[in-house]
């Protein structure tokens, strides 16, 4: 493979990206190979050194989408970085979706969980409405104190939700920079 075709297939593959990062990561292609070139080597060499031009732009492009991710958290970012580093390879489809199920579970209990002990009162109130005779202060002051620890647990939901999103694109980067090749 040429020059010419190693950065066109580059080209084509980091679509996604704006032209302007795009062509700053083409130009520093583009020095490799004139660095290269001026050192005697062919551009076939240089191509073979550098690796595959799809493999390059899944690396430029998982990289870029955990970046956007970290500057912005949402879901859309972050579907779209967590498919970027799947896409570095079929065993990282186990290494990201196995902590990404785990997260998601952990995150989606502690919610669930929080949610329930604030709706207590809510619960006890439809009790003494269709069975008044049982009613029981004891029960009223055990759904009041659920519904205090419900609203502690969902602050705190908030704080552990935003920490384990901010562990898991650590996860992601760290991930990225495994197959590379570097820690």
């Given amino acids: 493979m040429n020059k010419d075709h190693f950065l066109n297939r580059l080209e084509t593959a980091l679509h996604p990206l704006s032209d302007t990062e795009r062509n700053d990561i083409l130009k520093d292609y583009e020095e490799y190979f004139s660095i290269g070139l001026a050192t005697g080597k062919k551009e076939e060499e240089i191509t073979q050194s550098l690796g595959s031009p799809s493999q390059i732009a899944k690396e430029l492009l998982a990289t870029y989408h955990v970046e956007k991710v970290e500057a912005n958290v949402n879901t859309q970012n972050l579907l779209r970085a967590i498919l970027a580093v799947i896409a570095l390879g ?35 109130l439809l009790k003494n409405i269709f069975i008044p005779e049982n009613f029981l202060y004891f029960e ?44």
């Fill in 90 to 124: 079929f065993f990282n489809f186990i290494f990201v979706l196995g902590p990404l199920f785990t997260i998601l579970g952990s995150v989606l209990s502690g919610w669930l969980a929080s949610f329930i002990l604030l709706i207590a009162p809510f619960f006890l």
């Fill in 140 to 183: 009223l002051f055990i759904s009041i104190a659920s519904c205090g620890l419900g609203i502690l647990a969902m602050w705190g939901m908030y704080f552990a939700t935003k920490a384990l999103w901010k562990l898991f694109i650590r996860y992601l980067k760290f991930n990225i920079s495994v197959i590379r090749g570097g820690l």
